[in-house]
């Protein structure tokens, strides 16, 4: 149980690595009844650290003495984070209440199943990154390990951040969909206040993950700058339906993916087309930026007809910096108008940072920060567990 601080200090500090692979950020927030933003770093991976992690993600057989040691240096590697963020920022280490800790999803298994005769089936989820080890490096207390409780309780674990959006970013009037657009994309779709429509949130499917890949893979640059590369390409339409044949985009909420659904596999299917000249390079990245543009735009099309025929859309994560996807998401959402959530005070590229550091004060105060309807748990709780730093 969290004991209360004797603390007045009201900041926290959330951390956050996506499954893009592309790094840590480190954001520093206070809470009202806005988001007061402090401050935001960002700390790209090493390419060995990037390879090693994506390397855990995708392999099915994993040196266990490699795996374990990889999760003390994913925790050293975010103390690092923090302590060079507060530094840059000249604030104390006492000044900071306590730090919220997402860590780096290397497995995301929420579908029940059984792996001995005789016991329950279960799902699971894993993130790397040792709250404990990040606590006792920073010296601050740490909540980490958001998604267990609801996965135990038969949810999927995510999504977790639309209880930050309705807070945040709801509206009196309009119905709002925020749309993160990391490695994988999501939405939460957020109904006026004076409705009595739930908050509906899930995973769309691919966001920058596979583009990323494929620039990595064909160009050796880590992501295609501003769709330069796709905005040249022409889209193969008959890859494109393939894997948006995937059963995932017919599949109801309440769901959610990473690299299990969409990580090597898939991604063979499309190097497997370029390597054997079915397509170029190019146009298979135009291609997977399609793929994200139109699998989320699929989702959001029939919420702008059941609420109203026109709202905001809220977006936010690497993807925004993708002109060409963005410009191709205004094409398919005519009625929407687009706005970066910095327009409400949250950079667009530490929107999920802030949101794990206001799930640690959400902790703290015994706050429920998950939706049954949206995660599919059979309950709420208040989840997380607190690393205590130093006394």
């Given at each position: 149980m969290a004991v209360p601080s004797t603390s007045t200090n009201d900041l926290y500090i959330g951390i956050m690595s996506g499954t893009s692979l592309d790094g840590i950020d480190v954001a520093l927030a206070r809470f009202s009844n806005q988001v007061e933003f402090v401050a935001h770093n960002a700390y790209p991976f090493s390419s060995e650290v990037r390879d090693l992690l994506y390397h855990i993600a995708t392999t099915q057989q994993i040196d266990l003495d490699l795996f374990v040691r990889s999760h003390f240096l994913l925790a050293r590697l975010y103390a690092d984070a923090v302590n060079d963020t507060l530094k840059k920022n000249s604030i104390a280490h006492k000044d900071i209440r306590a730090i919220g800790l997402h860590g780096q999803t290397v497995r995301h298994l929420p579908t029940?199943?059984?792996?001995?005769?005789?016991?329950?089936?279960?799902?699971?989820?894993?993130?790397?990154?040792?709250?404990?080890?990040?606590?006792?490096?920073?010296?601050?207390?740490?909540?980490?390990?958001?998604r267990s409780g609801d996965i135990a309780l038969g949810g999927e674990g995510a999504p977790l951040v639309p209880m930050f959006d309705r807070v945040f970013l709801g509206s009196d009037d309009t119905t709002r969909i925020v749309l993160n657009i990391g490695g994988i994309s999501n939405i939460t779709v957020i109904a006026p206040t004076s409705s009595s429509m739930p908050v509906i949130a899930y995973d769309t499917g691919p966001g920058n993950m596979i583009i990323d890949e494929l620039t990595r893979r064909y160009f050796h640059q880590a992501y295609d700058d501003n769709g330069e590369i796709a905005s040249k390409a022409i889209t193969n339409d008959q890859l494109l339906s393939e894997m948006l044949s995937?059963?995932?985009?017919?599949?109801?909420?309440?769901?959610?993916?990473?690299?299990?659904?969409?990580?090597?596999?898939?991604?063979?299917?499309?190097?497997?087309?370029?390597?054997?000249?079915?397509?170029?390079?190019?146009?298979?990245?135009?291609?997977?930026?399609?793929?994200?543009?139109?699998?989320?735009?699929?989702?959001?099309?029939?919420?702008?007809?059941?609420?109203?025929?026109?709202?905001?859309?809220?977006?936010s994560g690497g993807g925004v910096y993708n002109n060409f996807l963005i410009h191709t998401l205004k094409e398919l959402l005519p009625k929407c108008k687009i706005i970066r959530s910095d327009e409400f005070g949250i950079p667009s590229q530490a929107k999920e940072a802030i949101a794990f550091a206001f799930f640690a004060k959400a902790f703290l105060e015994k706050n429920i920060i998950h939706q049954p309807s949206t995660t599919g748990a059979s309950e709420k709780i208040i989840l997380g567990s607190l690393s205590y730093g130093k006394q």
């Open positions: 029940i199943e059984k792996i001995t005769s005789d016991s329950a089936p279960i799902g699971a989820t894993f993130q790397l990154g040792s709250g404990a080890a990040v606590a006792a490096l920073t010296g601050i207390d740490t909540v980490s390990d958001f995937h059963p995932y985009f017919q599949q109801l909420p309440p769901k959610s993916t990473g690299r299990e659904l969409f990580g090597s596999q898939f991604l063979t299917k499309i190097t497997t087309a370029i390597d054997s000249g079915v397509i170029s390079a190019t146009d298979a990245i135009r291609t997977a930026t399609e793929l994200t543009a139109r699998s989320i735009a699929n989702e959001i099309l029939p919420y702008q007809s059941q609420y109203s025929q026109s709202s905001d859309l809220i977006i």
